[in-house]
């Protein structure tokens, strides 16, 4: 129920009719799995900790991407919402619709260490990502010599490339970040052999 309470923006009640429960009923259960979900995502979704974790997760992404010292692959979507009542401009994103702008971090499972999803879907990757905790844990060097490898597209020309973030000084970016970051450059477009499409 919670998940197609999420999944089609429906009203509780409507849900509440097609399980045939009280609408508060309805709004207890979609409440009670919500806590649940984020207790275990803040348990389980986590950037390698200790040496040894960070080690495995390094030889991994290195096995896919011939890259050393990556410790996770980042990107940002676009999440579609119904539009708010409140600040809805705030949430229509480049492509004109109503979104979430999501940055995900994932490991060489697939399966995600770090994410952040308060941000509207006007914002652009390089504020979530200067906004998040995640930067400030990597500005502290909480992680050492490790970097995050970007999965990005290029704009409006939509070539796949990855891209390599490191954190040199106060953050990461790339050229059209602002100028509280360094570098970033593109270091090779994505092809029907790249790991990305397999």
Not at 91 to 96: G, L, S
Request: hydrophobic share 35%.
């Amino acid at each position: 129920m919670t998940f197609r309470f999420y999944a089609s923006g429906s009203f509780q009640s409507v849900l509440a009719d097609t399980y045939g429960l009280t609408q508060g009923c309805v709004s207890r259960v979609i409440n009670r799995v919500k806590d649940v979900l984020y207790t275990a995502s803040l348990r389980e979704t986590r950037i390698p900790r200790g040496l040894e974790e960070a080690r495995v997760t390094k030889r991994k992404l290195y096995g896919i991407a011939n890259f050393p010292n990556v410790i996770g692959i980042i990107d940002g979507t676009h999440i579609p919402i119904a539009a708010p009542p409140v600040d809805e401009e705030l949430y229509i994103n480049r492509k004109n619709f109503h979104s979430l702008n999501i940055q995900v971090v994932c490991n060489a499972d697939y399966i995600f260490q770090d994410y952040c999803c308060r941000s509207p879907g006007s914002t652009y990757d390089s504020f979530v990502w200067e906004n998040s905790i995640l930067n400030r844990r990597f500005q502290r060097g909480e992680f050492g010599d490790a970097f995050l490898l970007v999965f990005g597209d290029r704009g409006s020309g939509g070539d796949e490339i990855w891209r390599f973030w490191m954190p040199l000084g106060p953050g990461l970016g790339e050229a059209g970040f602002d100028g509280s970051v360094t570098s970033m450059s593109p270091v090779a477009k994505s092809s029907s052999s790249s790991p990305v499409n397999k």
